[in-house]
């Protein structure tokens, strides 16, 4: 096989395809362009692999990249639920919008999408050690953004809408990360229970700067217009925000 | 689980049921092959004054003339015949469906049944509640259902879906969580002009079922979905609520929202949740429900299940995925994902 590979998608079921991806990721192919995709699950799930390009035109299933650790996938159009589902590494580019419960239980690498996620994105993010997701929406997220949140950085820039979130429930049941949240008052948010908004500060930009920089590099996004805006943080209210709520101590 | 893809030709145009096949068995991932099926509205245009019953049944020895009897009783059989169905190999046909054009009797109606469909409602309610063997499934004018246990594919080849057409299809594909699989309790459940489609649970099915069963419905077919259509007819034909406001009254705004509402609005929906606090409807659930003007597509508040728009010239779909609405229409004019407890319409023009 050579250094590019091109599958024509239409009519083939996830399970063949995955065995193709896979395949010729163990024999060195470093670009994949997948065409006519259209409602395929599962796309690359599980796949451990540096150093191999993704393409997907058209529109992926549900679960897209699940526990992928290392490729970069960049996906031309809308995605559907749960893209980013417990990724481990690599990164996942939509040019497009996501159903809901995007980067679900992600645990490692980034996702970016240029347009807007659903209900619950970000829900169940964690981190561990050297591990750290990051989701950057660059449209609208809907309710219960980041909720259970357990670690990680979740950016929501809004660009062109009038919020950032058109929902309530933001971080609702959060308990570690943080939700970034751009040009929306802290009262005008709708944190859910156990979250705190907050200004962001010079430090909180500099944690988010570098991947700004990369949304507005792969979406040709303005990085200064987007950097000097006014950003709020979502956090949990305290150490332990639901002490008193799950268990009796 | 469960998938549901639907589509309305806003000009009336028919379209033949050959692409929600292929675009329902995209969605084979949401189903187990123990439920699917399709309603199409435009379906008997030879026929379209008359009540088409579809029914059930085990077999045609006890409990055919039984139902005929009652219909016989009510009114007139302007024409019978068996469904042609289609051997599929897998498919295990458990029931034999068939098909009346049927009109009722105006002279018979008295006796607190003072319009046609109440007399039709009476009818099914008799057959499914005393007739052993037979099941009314499918009972509105111009409208079909045809469903089974199997897979989307077999369903649609057992019935041979793309040979009917019509200006609205609805296309559903079953994973019973609660209950087991069985013809009667694949969907779309049916009631006169009133087809519903469904995936995920209702967990206020105890209370809602006790609040219809208080107006005459008789729930059947042992599963939880029936009851939205009892409940919309319920909410929509007799209370005529606008199909809007129905909706608000089975997935109603949260307190603290109608808190922060104007006054006028405030006291519309205080009364809504006031008068129908029995039918609310809890737990996950995306939903379509399609009479003989429109398709309506809702999700529960807090949005539990998926739920995708899309439009193309004078076509709109409302389907669990963005993908089988692109296999029936590769190019779309738009797609977006409706805000839960909010109804998202498409209407014929008239």
């Known amino acids: 096989m050579g250094e590019e590979l091109v599958i024509d998608a239409d009519g083939i079921h996830y399970t063949p395809l995955n065995k193709m991806i896979r395949s010729a990721a163990a024999s060195g192919v470093k670009k994949v362009i997948l065409n006519n995709v259209c409602g395929q699950r599962f796309i690359a799930n599980g796949l451990k692999c540096d150093g191999i390009d993704i393409e997907i035109h058209g529109v992926p299933g549900g679960d897209l990249s699940m526990f992928m650790n290392g490729p970069e996938i960049n996906v031309y159009g809308n995605a559907d639920h749960a893209p980013g589902n417990t990724m481990d590494g690599g990164r996942l580019i939509i040019h497009g919008s996501t159903g809901d ?4 239980s992600m645990r490692g690498g980034e996702v970016y999408v240029r347009d807007d996620v659903g209900y619950r994105a970000g829900i169940h993010m964690k981190a561990y050690m050297e591990k750290k997701p990051v989701l950057v929406v660059g449209g609208q997220a809907r309710s219960f953004l980041g909720e259970y949140m357990a670690g990680g950085i979740l ?9 950032p979130v058109d929902g309530r429930g933001v971080g609702s049941g959060i308990h570690g990360g943080a939700i970034y949240l751009r040009n929306v008052a802290p009262e005008d948010v709708k944190a859910g229970i156990g979250a705190k908004v907050v200004a962001a500060d010079e430090e909180d930009m500099a944690v988010i700067k570098p991947f700004i920089l990369n949304f507005c590099g792969f979406f040709d996004a303005d990085p200064e217009e987007v950097m000097n805006s006014s950003f709020v943080k979502i956090i949990p209210s305290s150490a332990r925000p639901f002490a008193n709520k799950y268990c009796w101590e | 689980m469960c998938g549901i893809i639907s589509v309305i ?19 084979n991932e949401r189903g187990n092959g123990e439920g699917a099926g399709y309603a199409v509205y435009g379906a008997y245009p030879d026929y379209k004054d008359y009540y088409a019953l579809h029914v059930f049944y085990d077999n045609l020895a006890e409990s055919k003339s039984a139902v005929e009897a009652i219909l016989e009783q009510w009114g007139h059989i302007e024409h019978s015949e068996e469904i042609p169905t289609y051997e599929q190999s897998r498919l295990k046909r458990t029931q034999i469906p068939w ?11 008295s006796g607190g049944i003072s319009n046609e469909k109440d007399a039709v409602i009476r ?32 369903v649609a080849d057992f019935y041979r879906i793309e040979d009917y057409e019509g200006y609205i299809w609805l296309g559903h594909n079953r994973y019973p969580t609660n209950t087991g699989g069985w013809w009667g309790g694949a969907h779309p459940f049916n009631l006169l002009d009133c087809s519903v489609v469904h995936n995920g649970e209702i967990t206020s099915y105890g209370t809602n079922v006790r609040y219809i069963e208080s107006f005459g419905y008789k729930c059947t077919m042992l599963t939880d979905t029936e009851v939205v ?3 919309l007819d319920l909410l929509g034909r007799k209370h005529e609520l606008p199909v809007d406001l129905a909706v608000k009254a089975l997935a109603p705004p949260f307190w603290d929202e109608i808190d922060s509402m104007g006054i006028s609005k405030k006291e519309l929906y205080t009364a809504l949740r006031m008068a129908y606090g029995s039918a ?17 597509g809702f999700t529960d508040r807090i949005k539990l299940r998926p739920m995708v728009a899309a439009e193309y010239g004078d076509r709109m779909y409302i389907s669990s995925e963005e993908a089988p609405i692109r296999i029936m229409e590769p190019v779309l004019d738009s797609v977006w994902m409706p805000s839960a407890g909010e109804p998202v319409i498409g209407r014929l023009r008239r």
């Open chain 2, 229 to 231: 259509a009892y409940l």
């Open chain 2, 99 to 109: 098909r009346y054009f049927f009109r009722p009797d105006a002279s018979l109606i």
């Open chain 2, 123 to 154: 009818i099914i309610n008799t057959v499914n509640t005393t007739v052993n063997g037979a099941l009314i499934f499918s009972s509105g004018k111009d409208v079909g259902i045809f469903k089974a246990s199997g897979w989307p594919e077999e």
């Open chain 2, 9 to 27: 030709d806003r000009s009336g145009s028919s379209m033949d049921g050959g692409a929600i096949k292929k675009a329902l068995a995209q969605m």
């Open chain 1, 155 to 163: 950016v929501v820039l809004g660009l062109g809408k009038d919020c």
């Open chain 2, 280 to 296: 609310l409807m809890n737990g996950p659930f995306a939903i379509v429900v399609a009479n003989s003007d429109s398709i309506m």
């Open chain 1, 101 to 104: 419960a995007v980067a679900h």
